[in-house]
């Protein structure tokens, strides 16, 4: 069955959950300690925002355009931006690393391993529209547009690298 368009939503990472939740710490003990009552709430409000706010990809498969989206509850927002011509679908392994400071200038490193699902168009240039940790999720989401778009996905994810369908 053919769709009329997907929505592609990422798992938030590991750090930026991180930082929502100690958000929400520092918001509950400001509010109770008596700290700062109007800091503890706003505190509170601006991570209920990060946690609730989820962000993707929304492709539409008739008008070929696709937009990167930021979802809070029923509200979707994202600038729609017309797709060019796509060569095939393109499955690659990636690792995302994020720094983390603190005040003393101590530096933590987090890395997390991901599968990107690109886009590849003109002079092989990618736009990346989905990422994930979990190869069947990645490889599901793949098919899903290669049906709808009728290309190719190219697995690049290990040394063996192959076509697919």
Same mark, same amino acid.
């Not at 355009?65 to 979707?76: C, D, H, M, W």
């Given at each position: 069955m053919i769709e009329k368009?997907? +929505?592609?939503?990422?798992k938030k990472p590991?750090?930026?959950q991180i930082s929502a939740f100690t958000?929400? !710490?520092f918001g509950i003990l400001f509010i109770f300690s008596g700290f700062s009552y109007f800091l503890g709430v706003l505190l509170c409000l601006i991570s209920a925002f990060f946690i609730i706010m989820i962000r993707g990809t929304e492709i539409d498969f008739n008008k070929k355009?696709?937009?990167?989206?930021? +979802?809070?509850?029923?509200?979707?927002s994202g600038k729609w931006l017309n797709l060019p011509e796509i060569k095939y !679908?393109?499955?690659f392994r990636a690792i995302m690393t994020q720094e983390l400071k603190s005040v003393r200038t101590v530096k933590t490193?987090?890395?997390e391993k991901?599968?990107?699902i690109n886009l590849i168009h003109e002079n092989n240039k990618r736009l990346t529209v989905y990422k994930t940790q979990n190869f069947e999720d990645a490889l599901n989401k793949a098919k899903l547009i290669s049906k709808n778009f009728k290309i190719k996905i190219y697995d690049a994810t290990s040394k063996d690298k192959k076509w697919l369908n």
């Open positions: 368009s997907v +929505i592609l939503k990422e590991f750090t930026y958000l929400l !710490i355009r696709y937009r990167k989206i930021k +979802i809070f509850g029923k509200f979707v !679908i393109s499955l490193e987090i890395s991901y599968i990107l």
